[in-house]
C-alpha cells in the first residue's frame, strides 16, 4: 500500500462534508444541490429568493431528492438566503455558514445575472450591477472563505461558471461576457495562493444550458432563430445535471490533483461545423 492509498481523506467518523451552494435556486445552482445530496454531503444552499430554498427543503425533506431519511440524515440541507449583490453584508454571511458548518469543504458559485442589451445602452450602473453579482461577489466570498475557520483544516475547493459569451461574439453581452472573463483571470491567479492554504479553485466555461435565465432569452428568439442556435450544439443544448455532474467531480476528493483550471463544457459548439463544411 503506498502512502497515498493508506491516508484517509474523507472527513473523520462523525463529522460531515459540507458544501455551499451559492445560487441554488433554479439551473445548474439546483441541481447542483440536489446531486450533492444524492451523493452524501450535507449542503448549505443559499439564493436571494426564500421561496425556491423553502421548495427545495419540502424536496428533500419528502424524499424527492437525497437519500431516505433517517436520525443522522434530516439536516443534511440548511438554506441560508443571502442577497449576493449586497458585498458589504458578505462578511456576516460567511460568518452564519462557518457557525452553521464548522467549515466548508468546497463552494461553487453559480449566483448571476444577465441583460441583452446594446453596448451603446449599457451604461455603468448596469456594469456595476452586473459586475457585482457575477464577479464581485464571488471574489469577495473566496476571499472570505479562504481564511482560518471558514473552510475545513484538510482543505477544500472552490468552483466558479463562466460563459462562452467571454470567448466569442454575443450581441448585448458585451458586459456579461466581461464579468464572466474577469472570474477567469482571476482563477490562475488566486489558486496560486489558494493551493498553500489546501484549497483548490478551478472553473467551468459553460455553453448555452437550458436555465431559466438562459431560457427567458432563448423564448423571445423566432423558430427559425432557435433551429440556428440548435445547429451551433451538436450534441445538442446543455442541462443543468450536465453541468453538476462535473461540478460535484471537481468539488470531490476524485479532482484532488486539479487546480486552477478552466474547463469547457459546451456541447460540441466549440468544434463544431458549418453544412457547408461538411459538403
Same mark, same amino acid.
Given at each position: 500500500?503506498?502512502?497515498?492509498?493508506?491516508?484517509?481523506?474523507?472527513?473523520?467518523?462523525?463529522?460531515?462534508r459540507w458544501m455551499l451552494v451559492a445560487g441554488a435556486s433554479q439551473g445548474i445552482g439546483r441541481a447542483t444541490v440536489r446531486l450533492l445530496l444524492k451523493e452524501g454531503y450535507s449542503v448549505v444552499a443559499s439564493a436571494r429568493g426564500v421561496e425556491p430554498l423553502e421548495e427545495l427543503?419540502?424536496?428533500?425533506? !419528502?424524499?424527492?431528492? !437525497?437519500?431516505?431519511?433517517?436520525? #443522522?440524515?434530516?439536516?443534511? *440541507?440548511?438554506?441560508?438566503?443571502?442577497? &449576493?449583490?449586497?458585498?458589504?453584508?458578505?462578511?456576516?454571511? =460567511?460568518?452564519? =455558514?462557518?457557525?452553521?458548518?464548522?467549515?466548508?469543504?468546497?463552494?461553487?458559485?453559480?449566483?448571476?445575472?444577465?441583460?441583452?442589451?446594446?453596448?451603446?445602452?449599457?451604461?455603468?450602473?448596469?456594469?456595476?450591477?452586473?459586475?457585482?453579482?457575477? $464577479?464581485?461577489?464571488?471574489?469577495?466570498?473566496?476571499?472570505?472563505?479562504?481564511?482560518? !475557520?471558514?473552510?475545513?483544516?484538510?482543505?477544500?475547493?472552490?468552483?466558479?461558471?463562466?460563459?462562452?459569451? #467571454?470567448?466569442?461574439?454575443?450581441?448585448?453581452?458585451?458586459?456579461?461576457?466581461?464579468?464572466?472573463?474577469?472570474?477567469?483571470? &482571476?482563477?490562475?491567479?488566486?489558486?496560486?495562493? @489558494?493551493?498553500?492554504?489546501?484549497?483548490?479553485?478551478?472553473?467551468?466555461?459553460? !455553453?448555452?444550458?437550458?436555465?431559466?435565465?438562459?431560457?427567458? &432569452?432563448?423564448?423571445?428568439?423566432?423558430?427559425?432563430?432557435?433551429?440556428?442556435?440548435?445547429?451551433?450544439?451538436? @450534441?445538442?443544448?446543455?442541462?443543468?445535471?450536465?453541468?453538476?455532474? &462535473?461540478?460535484?467531480?471537481?468539488?470531490?476528493?476524485?479532482?484532488?490533483?486539479?487546480?486552477?483550471? $478552466?474547463?469547457? *463544457?459546451?456541447?460540441?459548439?466549440?468544434?463544431? $461545423?458549418?453544412?457547408?463544411?461538411?459538403?
Amino acid at each position: 500500500m503506498t502512502a497515498r492509498e493508506g491516508q484517509k481523506r474523507e472527513c473523520p467518523e462523525g463529522e460531515r462534508r459540507w458544501m455551499l451552494v451559492a445560487g441554488a435556486s433554479q439551473g445548474i445552482g439546483r441541481a447542483t444541490v440536489r446531486l450533492l445530496l444524492k451523493e452524501g454531503y450535507s449542503v448549505v444552499a443559499s439564493a436571494r429568493g426564500v421561496e425556491p430554498l423553502e421548495e427545495l427543503a419540502r424536496e428533500y425533506a !419528502g424524499g424527492k431528492v !437525497g437519500p431516505e431519511l433517517g436520525p #443522522a440524515h434530516k439536516d443534511r *440541507l440548511k438554506i441560508l438566503p443571502c442577497d &449576493f449583490a449586497q458585498i458589504e453584508k458578505l462578511q456576516d454571511y =460567511v460568518s452564519n =455558514v462557518a457557525d452553521l458548518t464548522g467549515g466548508i469543504s468546497g463552494m461553487l458559485y453559480a449566483a448571476g445575472m444577465q441583460k441583452t442589451l446594446p453596448l451603446t445602452q449599457s451604461k455603468f450602473p448596469l456594469a456595476e450591477e452586473i459586475f457585482r453579482v457575477n $464577479t464581485f461577489a464571488a471574489f469577495e466570498l473566496i476571499r472570505l472563505f479562504a481564511k482560518k !475557520g471558514a473552510y475545513r483544516p484538510e482543505g477544500a475547493s472552490f468552483v466558479l461558471l463562466s460563459s462562452m459569451a #467571454a470567448h466569442e461574439g454575443a450581441l448585448g453581452k458585451a458586459l456579461y461576457g466581461a464579468a464572466k472573463g474577469a472570474l477567469e483571470g &482571476f482563477i490562475p491567479a488566486a489558486s496560486a495562493e @489558494l493551493v498553500m492554504k489546501k484549497i483548490r479553485m478551478n472553473g467551468l466555461v459553460l !455553453g448555452v444550458v437550458q436555465t431559466g435565465m438562459s431560457m427567458q &432569452f432563448i423564448e423571445k428568439m423566432s423558430e427559425d432563430q432557435k433551429k440556428a442556435l440548435q445547429a451551433e450544439y451538436p @450534441l445538442g443544448l446543455g442541462e443543468p445535471e450536465d453541468a453538476a455532474q &462535473f461540478v460535484a467531480y471537481l468539488l470531490s476528493e476524485k479532482a484532488r490533483w486539479i487546480t486552477g483550471q $478552466t474547463f469547457t *463544457l459546451d456541447g460540441g459548439h466549440s468544434v463544431r $461545423t458549418t453544412y457547408s463544411e461538411r459538403m
